[in-house]
């Protein structure tokens, strides 16, 4: 819509068509009548123009007299009184400005298209780029969770094998231990035999006395006289007998018994004395 402030004479000026018309027409007083516009001031319509005229579409809705909206009223309030186009002559508009205006439409249309696409491009790279640093993250986390795993096994399986080393050189000591022990044994055992030998060989008068006890015993052995014996007697024989060898071998197991333990006291009497003579 048109602005009503403007005089009619500025608005359809690019046209050139005032020029030739009457003063009553223009809407001028009669006495101005006899004026003539100077041939400056008409200004002929271009064919091929790109810019629009000063009081164009363009220019008045840049000045805010026309409203941007379909239809609408002006922003500005009207300080001129309205002025009607008496012979129907319309305002200039050029077909090339119009086609412009819907080129810069489409241009600015397929920018915005393209601005759309690229935020839109934009915040999906955005959104893939937070999802893989999140699977980089979790892969990480894993990653040093396997390895945390790998490190405890490895320590245990170390452990174990430091362990199993341990005791394989223990029983080695122990058991060279034991053939040290055996082998000390067997030559204290060696000495001990050597000098229970020469003590024999010296000792002449203790010969005599063994056989002074064989003859003893053989004095003490009195024979049986069973041929006479009832069967009672004969049992009550076997008893006394019977009584008299378990007498003896309870003897003999003491006797036995006695000289090992003399035998293990001499061998650590021995073995203290060749530790002292080593000190």
């Known amino acids: 819509m048109w602005p009503l402030c403007l005089p009619l004479v500025e608005l359809f000026q690019p046209c050139g068509c005032l020029g030739e018309l ?7 007083p009669p006495r101005l009548s006899s004026w003539q516009p100077p041939a400056s001031s008409v200004i002929p319509c271009p064919q091929n123009v790109l810019t629009p005229q000063p009081w164009g579409p363009v220019r008045l809705r840049e000045e805010g007299w026309v ?16 002025m009607p186009n008496l012979h129907g002559c319309r305002p200039h508009f050029c077909p090339t400005q119009d086609i412009h205006r819907k080129r810069m439409e489409k241009d600015l249309n397929e920018l915005q298209a393209l601005i759309e696409a690229h935020f839109e491009s934009r915040k999906k790279e955005e959104e893939e780029l937070i999802s893989l640093k999140d699977r980089i993250e979790q892969r990480r986390a894993e990653r040093a969770e396997q390895q945390r795993i790998r490190s405890e096994r490895e320590k245990e399986r170390q452990a ?3 362990e199993r080393a341990r005791k394989e050189e223990e029983e080695a000591r122990k058991k060279a231990e034991e053939e040290a022990r055996k082998k000390k044994a067997f030559s204290n055992m060696l000495h001990f035999g050597g000098y229970m030998q020469k003590s024999e060989k010296k000792g002449g008068k203790k010969q005599t006395e063994r056989e002074k ?18 069967e009672d007697k004969l049992r009550d024989k076997a008893k006394e007998l019977w009584q008299t060898i378990r007498d003896l071998e309870a003897e003999k197991f003491d006797l036995q018994e006695k000289f090992k ?8 009497l021995r073995n203290r004395v060749s530790d002292h003579q080593k000190v």
């Open 22 to 28: 009457p003063g009553n027409a223009r809407g001028l």
């Open 67 to 82: 409203d941007q909206g379909m239809g609408s009223q002006p922003s500005r309030s009207p300080s001129r009184p309205f």
């Open 160 to 162: 174990r094998m430091e």
């Open 213 to 230: 006890k064989k003859k003893i015993l053989s004095e003490r052995r009195k024979p049986l006289n069973i041929d006479h014996l009832s």
């Open 261 to 268: 333990r003399q035998k293990y006291e001499i061998n650590v």
